[in-house]
């Protein structure tokens, strides 16, 4: 059984910088993607990063430049530095892991806060 630990989230002013990490543990298994979708208040679920196995990244056009993601292929991590947040930054963010034989696991969500 594969768990999947999140960290970082909080409350931050606006033009501040957040880290959010994620893990995955317990059952082998190898990662096709990783990333983080976000959902904000009366808002969709949205991608907002993603990095595959090839290491191609991907972001929402509304976080490009600010954000970065990143990984640790040892530790089955995901980060995902935040900079230059804005008040519509805030939201639940969700890891997710993609395993090569299709299964999906999701972190517990975060919530990051952006307000002054």
């Known amino acids: 059984q594969v768990q999947v630990a999140e960290s970082g989230g909080g409350l931050v002013q606006p033009g501040g910088s957040l880290t959010l990490s994620c893990a995955a543990s317990g059952s082998e298994f190898s990662i096709r993607v990783r990333g983080w979708y976000r959902q904000g208040p009366g808002k969709e679920r949205e991608l907002v990063a993603r990095i595959t196995s090839g290491g191609t990244t991907n972001y929402v056009d509304s976080v490009k430049g600010r954000f970065a993601i990143s990984r640790d292929i040892a530790k089955n991590m995901v980060t995902l530095q935040m900079n230059t947040l804005k008040p519509e930054d805030t939201a639940i963010y969700y890891c997710?892991?993609?395993?090569?034989?299709?299964?999906?696991?999701w972190g517990q969500g975060t919530q990051v806060t952006v307000s002054s």
């Open positions: 997710y892991f993609v395993a090569w034989d299709g299964d999906v696991y």
